[in-house]
Structures are given as C-alpha cells and as structure tokens.
C-alpha cells in the first residue's frame, strides 16, 4: 500500500531536481578563478625558492625492521648518450657503526630471499 502524498513528493523531487538543471552553478567558475590565483601565486613563491642540489652528504633514515640508519651518499651524473644522463647514488655506513651492522643484516636478509626476476624450482613435478 502506498502512502498518501507519495506521489506529490515524486513529482516534487523530479521539478527539483529539473530546476537545479537549468540553474547555472556559479561553483565551477568562482572555483577555476580561484585555483589559477593559487597556480600564479604558486609559480612567483616557486620562481623566488633557490633549490640547490646535493651530491654528497649523510642521510638519517629510519627502517621499519632494523631502525635508524646514518649513510653517507655521494651521487654521480652518468651520462649513457647524447640525450639521456642518469644519476647513481651510492649510500654507505660508517665502518664500525651501528649502522653499519645494520646495513649488513638488510644485506644478509636480501641475499637470502630469491628475487623476482630468478625462476624457483617447483618441487610438485
């Protein structure tokens, strides 16, 4: 059984929903104003900000299974054709630190672990 005005609501709902329709939305357009003064204001602040680049230093790091880690790094620009130049980074600890041992038992857990790219052998043939 249906209740009363049920109908009513229906139609009420569907002129509501045609009217919202036909009414242009100033949201789009206040919204695009806005986002292109933030990409300008964006642009001057990125224009103004002097970035140097680092090619050596110490790096502190945390690992969730062995924790903190303090490498020295040093990056190299390798150029491998007229277009494309790489750039290697090489992370070292400390001899006799912490972090050092550390970075051994990530090694000796890396080696251990096959890597995706070597075949396993299924034992089920």
């Known amino acids: 059984m249906r ?4 109908r009513r609501r229906d139609h009420r709902r569907a002129d509501a929903r045609r009217s919202r329709a036909r009414t242009p939305r100033p949201g789009p357009a206040r919204t695009h104003r806005r986002i292109s003064t933030l990409i300008i204001q964006f642009r001057n602040q990125w ?3 002097h ?3 680092r090619h050596h230093g110490i790096k502190r790091l945390h690992h969730p299974d062995v924790g903190r880690l303090e490498l020295a ?3 190299m620009d390798l150029p491998l054709s007229d277009r494309a130049v ?4 090489v992370y070292t600890a400390e001899p006799g630190t912490s972090s050092e041992d550390r970075l051994k038992l ?8 096959p890597s995706a790219t070597e075949p396993t ?3 089920s043939h």
């Open 73 to 75: 790094y040093r990056s």
């Open 86 to 89: 790489y750039d290697l980074t």
């Open 47 to 49: 224009a103004a900000h």
């Open 51 to 53: 970035v140097r680049i």
């Open 121 to 123: 052998r299924d034992e």
């Open 3 to 6: 209740r009363r005005g049920g």
């Open 106 to 113: 990530l090694a000796s857990w890396a080696a251990k672990q």
